[in-house]
């Protein structure tokens, strides 16, 4: 009853808005291969399914492994970062930088040098979404109240047992709201690279099917885009929920 | 018995504290007094070997005439507000101290079990913090000291976050637990009347730089503490405070 109140706005305005959307079409006479109908996209996602299911596994596949290794690579190196300041004085800036580079030069970049493989996606995910994961994190330590640092410190404690004891578990509402930032870029990201150059993966299928004019093919993977998005948040959610107990309360009760 | 000697804190150019001496015996409970930034916390903080990088300070520590360096283990420290952590329940928290200290998780609860009953605990042990009134968590702040079985005690202003009703309570309760439990307390408080309730001794701290300018012993037992024989002491106290408050 509960999860029924919770979604009923977010799914009364989405019908409203596919509705409009519906009857847009069907009154203004528009021709469905410059806008379908929605109830055209939902038709070719059920008779294309052969066709799309191996191109959205395949970004699953690539997103899943390069948010993965994107969220190992991130707390290693705040791990790292937390505990040797001049590495994060000369480091910090390094990954900023990083983050003003194009997505759209970096793409066919990667593919230039990496291929047509794994390497140059996964690589693409990571570049995406490690910063803002690196950066939750890094703040999660940094607001720790000293009053914890400082009991811990009395009781004789070492600089590995108060990470571990305090400023980690600390951490953990500002590392899920990074979690959740970056995992809506994940699939974008994938998708992204995939256009620029693949041989399987919604990105390429979405380019083939702009290619041939096919509106409704385009909009079919985006549809099955956004709901793979939704699935990884709904992913992290679970995850905050389960763990949430030790936490007094999940990290997201507020939203 | 612990004694600091000239211990100055400073701050850049300025001094938070000059020159501050005193001792803290066993097993009585000391009370530092003065008014709010006299450097009552800074005092505490670098007993329990806690002070902030950004201040400096000198001066010599010592334990029954041995010179001692902070962390030390016979010095426990309990922060201005409870620092229970949340994501603990209360028997963790409670023997948060001993499991730093490498103890086996169940050694470590089975020190803090026997003392629930007494500090108003029992049946919270399973609960995380957040479900605690004020007053059950500076109990459970309070455990988490004790158990430590520092010979010394360092409690920055336990009560100041509670309610005028249960600061009463929880005074006499310490009082109680001190009697079961002795330690050498060196406590924190704003509060006049707190510091005349529990002392055996009140050291008056006035501000800018923070220094001692009196030093009172009350030799009433705390169990005949009427508010009449105290009334002298307190009204001593008052005048004291005042004059050295600008
Ligand atoms: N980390 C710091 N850096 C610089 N100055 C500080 C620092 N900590 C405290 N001070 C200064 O030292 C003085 C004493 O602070 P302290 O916290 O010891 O006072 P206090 O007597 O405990 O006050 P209160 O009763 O309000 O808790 C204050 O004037 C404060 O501004
Ligand atoms: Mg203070």
Known sequence: ?255 | MLRVEGLTVRAGEGRVTQDVSFEVAEDRLTCLIGPSGCGKTSVLKWLAGVLAPSLAATGRLSIDGAPATTPDRRIAYQPQQDALLPWLIVAENAALGLSIRGRRRAEAREAVTPLLASFGLAGTEDAFPAALSGGMRQRAAFLRTIVQDSRFVLLDEPFSALDAVTRLSMQDWLAARLDEVPRGILMVTHDLHEATRLADRILVMAARPGRIVADITIDTPRGDRTEAALAGTRSHLKTRLLEETP
């Open chain 1, 1 to 255: 009853m509960q999860l029924v109140r919770h979604f009923a706005p977010t799914a009364g305005l989405a019908l409203a808005l596919l509705l409009g959307w519906e009857v847009y079409c069907r009154l203004s006479g528009i021709p469905s291969f410059v806008l379908p109908p929605p109830s055209g996209v939902v038709r070719v996602l059920w008779t294309e399914r052969s066709a799309i299911g191996p191109h959205a596994l395949a970004t699953i596949g690539v997103a899943t492994l390069g948010f993965g290794l994107s969220v190992a690579f991130a707390f290693a190196a705040s791990v790292a970062l937390h505990f040797l300041p001049w590495l994060r004085r000369g480091a910090m800036p390094i990954f900023v930088a990083s983050q003003t580079i194009p997505i759209v030069a970096l793409a066919p970049l990667m593919i230039l040098w990496f291929g047509f493989g794994l390497l140059p996606k996964v690589l693409l995910v990571i570049l995406v979404t490690f910063f803002p994961i690196l950066v939750s994190l890094l703040s999660g330590y940094a607001a720790v109240p000293q009053a914890w640092l400082d009991l811990l410190r009395s009781m004789d404690a070492g600089r590995a047992a108060i990470f571990r004891r305090v400023t980690l578990p600390a951490a953990r509402a500002s590392f899920l709201a990074g979690l959740r930032i970056s995992a809506t870029y994940a699939i974008v990201a994938t998708i992204f690279a995939e256009y620029a150059g693949a041989r399987r993966g919604l990105g390429i299928y979405i380019l083939a099917a702009k290619n041939n004019f096919r509106a409704d093919l385009v909009l079919a993977a985006v549809a099955l885009s956004a709901a793979l998005t939704l699935a990884l948040l709904g992913l992290l959610r679970l995850a905050d929920r389960i763990t949430a107990g030790r936490f007094g309360g999940p990290a997201d009760a507020a939203g």
